[in-house]
């Protein structure tokens, strides 16, 4: 019997162009595309995992770029490019508030350190308790770690938990941990499979 789902942020709660997003940050400061997607992509482990913050990244683009703005603006810029390229699943959010009246719902994310600030003051964390942000963890959604917390603190057996995600692998290892998985298409597939489970009407 399910009694916690835990849900994924990003690819299900929200939508990032990334891709979009570099693209964005290198033309408004007028700097090489290839060699700041490379930065990003070389530090992406150690920023989701809280080893790197946001700023430091910017610092180190701002020594390469040798680009006349402090780290604190390359942060702001960075920020709102984030925003500017990310869309909020506000239907499932709605949904998701109606689940709470019965069932616990927890979050999961990979994270960056601002990105998670930003979610933060969109009030997104609200609607979901326990929150469970890489940046802040030390962990990753690789290893079991970072599930074995989220379950812990939703108070749940694995097999009472239902976790949803956009991603196979992390599904993969939520399976192996017994938990119930599905995997994210879009809201009118997950909510199909949510009413097959009678979670929802």
């Known amino acids: 019997m399910?009694?916690?789902?835990?849900?994924?942020l990003r690819g299900v709660i929200v939508f990032n162009n990334n891709e979009q997003q570099i693209k964005d940050f290198a033309k408004e400061l007028n700097i090489d595309l290839e060699k700041v997607r490379k930065m990003e992509e070389d530090n992406e482990k150690k920023m989701i995992i809280g080893k790197l913050s946001v700023k430091e990244l910017c610092s180190a683009i701002r020594g390469t770029f040798k680009i006349d703005k402090d780290s604190d603006e390359l942060v702001l810029i960075w920020d709102k490019n984030y925003e500017k390229n990310t869309?909020?699943?506000k239907e499932l959010l709605i949904k998701i508030r109606e689940i709470k009246q019965k069932y616990s719902v927890g979050l999961i994310s990979e994270i960056f350190d601002t990105t998670a600030r930003i979610h933060q003051k969109q009030g997104i964390y609200q609607n979901f308790k326990p929150v469970v942000l890489s940046c802040r963890s030390g962990t990753n959604k690789f290893e079991e770690k970072m599930f074995k917390k989220a379950i812990n603190d939703i108070g749940f057996k694995p097999s009472e938990c239902l976790y949803i995600d956009d991603d196979e692998k992390h599904l993969a290892t939520a399976k192996e941990m017994?938990?119930?998985i599905i995997k994210f298409?879009?809201?009118?597939?997950?909510?199909?499979?949510?009413?097959?489970?009678k979670i929802i009407k």
Not at 2 to 8: A, M, P, R, S
């Open 2 to 8: 399910i009694k916690g789902l835990i849900f994924d």
């Open 185 to 197: 298409k879009d809201n009118q597939q997950l909510f199909k499979e949510l009413k097959k489970l």
């Open 87 to 89: 869309i909020i699943n």
């Open 178 to 180: 017994k938990m119930n």
